[in-house]
């Protein structure tokens, strides 16, 4: 079973940055996809974005692309997200998520998830 915990949310200025990681238990989980979702109040989850374990190839969220960047350190089994050009609508909860399948966007699509770390951005 694979546990997840995130990290590095915190309240940040519009146009700053933060960076995000997410701990798995996995030692080596290259059969995962690791992806961030996150969700605003009263919103549904939102992909934010995907790497595999055994590459860097990486895919986004179109409201994010550009601005964020996915990246994974075996060595740590930890996933990261480096987040910049933060505005206010970003301000969610952000979850760490591990799926089985390749190019998943929907949040059925995966199997563990974390318990999720605020990230609060003020205008």
């Known amino acids: 079973q694979v546990q997840l915990v995130e990290s590095g949310g915190g309240l940040v200025q519009a146009g700053g940055s933060l960076r995000l990681s997410c701990a798995s238990s996995?030692?080596?989980?290259?059969?995962?996809?690791m992806g961030w979702f996150r969700q605003a109040p009263g919103e549904e989850r939102e992909f934010v974005a995907a790497v595999m374990w055994s590459s860097d190839v990486a895919y986004y969220g179109d409201s994010v692309k550009d601005r964020f960047i996915i990246s994974r350190d075996n060595t740590k089994n930890t996933v990261n997200l480096q987040m910049s050009g933060l505005r206010p609508e970003d301000t969610a909860v952000y979850y760490c998520?591990?799926?089985?399948?390749?190019?998943?966007?929907?949040?059925?699509?995966?199997?563990?998830w974390g318990q999720g770390t605020q990230v609060t951005v003020s205008s």
């Open positions: 996995e030692r080596t989980p290259g059969t995962y996809v």
């Open positions: 998520a591990a799926s089985t399948y390749w190019g998943a966007k929907d949040a059925r699509d995966y199997d563990y």
